[in-house]
């Protein structure tokens, strides 16, 4: 339902096959990151283990149905329904699994004190690499270049979408882009079989050696 000045919607409406509720992309939302997701059984994995060092962001869980089980390093935390759990420090590895069937979490993030910019992870572009689908995948990273604070991330897997779909020179070029904006992916692209059409490529040697 839609107002001048509001718009609603229900988490189970947004839901897709693996159980996540996109709220930021299906709203709008510009000034933070909100998602939802759900398991239906019992000992699934709701929220992988991760921590927020790249985008420096707080985070807020609530348990709004069902029974978590969420785990903050090494340190566990029950989470029956109507829990809310605070994670102040980006570099704490957090996680959650479900104890009861149908439980879903709500999570809130953004880095305090800068404008908030939504990071590439939620484009949910696995689905098209596992598929093989690697013409859309180019599609959705095009379009995405330029929206994410990450836009390394993008160039990346962009770059692998080309390489897998045999377009070495747009590859090199966009492989170029993001290891100027992450070195750190160096490391990544020297194994990341998205890359064997280009292993051969002294070009390709030349920018991750």
């Given at each position: 339902m839609t107002g001048k000045r509001w718009e609603t919607a229900s988490i189970a409406e947004m839901e897709d096959s693996s159980g996540w509720s996109p709220i930021r992309k299906r709203f709008g939302v510009e000034s933070f990151g909100v998602n939802a997701w759900t398991v239906a059984n019992a000992g699934e994995r709701i929220i992988p283990e991760h921590d927020e060092v790249p985008s420096d962001h707080e985070e807020l869980y609530v348990v709004i149905a069902g029974h978590a089980r969420f785990t903050i390093d090494d340190e566990e935390v029950d989470g029956p329904n109507g829990t809310v759990l605070y994670?102040?420090?980006?570099?704490?590895?957090?996680?959650?699994?479900?104890?009861?069937?149908?439980?879903?979490?709500l999570?809130?993030?953004?880095?305090?004190?800068?404008?908030?910019?939504?990071?590439?992870?939620?484009?949910?572009?696995?689905?098209?690499?596992?598929?093989?689908?690697?013409?859309?995948?180019?599609?959705?990273?095009?379009?995405?270049?330029?929206?994410?604070?990450?836009?390394?991330?993008?160039?990346?897997?962009?770059?692998?979408?080309?390489?897998?779909?045999?377009?070495?020179?747009?590859?090199?070029?966009?492989?170029?882009?993001?290891?100027?904006?992450?070195?750190?992916?160096?490391?990544?692209?020297?194994?990341?079989?998205?890359?064997?059409?280009?292993?051969?490529?002294?070009?390709?040697?030349?920018?991750?050696?």
């Open positions: 994670v102040r420090d980006p570099a704490a590895k957090r996680g959650a699994w479900a104890r009861e069937p149908n439980t879903t979490v999570a809130v993030g953004a880095a305090p004190g800068r404008a908030y910019r939504p990071r590439s992870w939620e484009l949910g572009i696995t689905q098209l690499f596992d598929r093989g689908e690697h013409e859309e995948l180019k599609r959705v990273l095009v379009e995405a270049l330029g929206k994410y604070e990450d836009d390394a991330g993008v160039l990346y897997n962009l770059a692998c979408a080309e390489a897998l779909l045999g377009e070495t020179e747009q590859a090199l070029a966009h492989l170029s882009e993001a290891l100027d904006g992450q070195p750190s992916f160096r490391d990544m692209a020297r194994e990341d079989p998205d890359f064997e059409s280009l292993r051969s490529d002294e070009r390709f040697a030349a920018l991750v050696g």
